[in-house]
């Protein structure tokens, strides 16, 4: 009766089986199984989710309990920003260290341009606020920008990092 929310080890081209894997461990263990972000990333993977659906769907009918989470339609509220988006954005921004600690690492083949200059630079090479810069960047690449925030306090992290019963992890 436990829940288990999972970031799959793949979103890619090894769906299929991450799914698999997260599949057999809830038969096995009982949990109620949570996956986080569900999604078909890359073109290989593009028009199977009839198929990926199907797959939790049957796992479903064996009786197993299995819910997911997935981005929202982000592109649409991008055309017209709500004045609340905008809010929104800003805060979040301020949270993760401001416009100057948020560096555009990738833009999937949008605009290489922007790759390695934070947002701070680009609101001044556009001259525009830095909310309606975040805007501008991720409606003109799809909303598929990677981004290296700069919002650790290297001191609390390198402490953190000491404790013996803290081991390394990462997203990536």
């Known amino acids: 009766d436990a829940l288990l929310t999972v970031h799959m080890r793949s979103e890619g081209p090894r769906i299929f089986q991450a799914v698999d894997e997260m599949l057999d461990i809830t038969r096995r263990s009982g949990v109620h199984l949570q996956i986080s972000h569900l999604k078909l990333m890359g073109k290989p993977q593009w028009g199977r989710a009839e198929e990926l659906l199907a797959k939790l769907q049957a796992a479903r009918e064996e009786g197993m309990t299995i819910t997911c989470d997935q981005y929202p339609a982000l592109i649409q509220r991008l055309k017209e920003p709500t004045q609340r988006l905008k809010e929104e954005t800003g805060v979040e921004m301020e949270n993760r260290g401001g416009p100057a600690s948020i560096l555009v690492s990738g833009t999937h083949g949008y605009h290489p341009e922007w790759e390695g200059k934070t947002v701070e630079q680009l ?6 606020d830095p909310v309606d810069t975040v805007i501008r960047v ?9 981004c290296i925030y700069f919002c650790i306090n290297e001191e609390d992290m390198l402490r953190i990092m000491s404790d013996m019963d ?5 997203d990536g």
């Open 123 to 128: 609101s001044q090479e556009f001259q525009m």
């Open 138 to 146: 991720l409606e003109q690449c799809g909303s598929s920008v990677a």
């Open 166 to 170: 803290i081991c390394v992890g990462s």
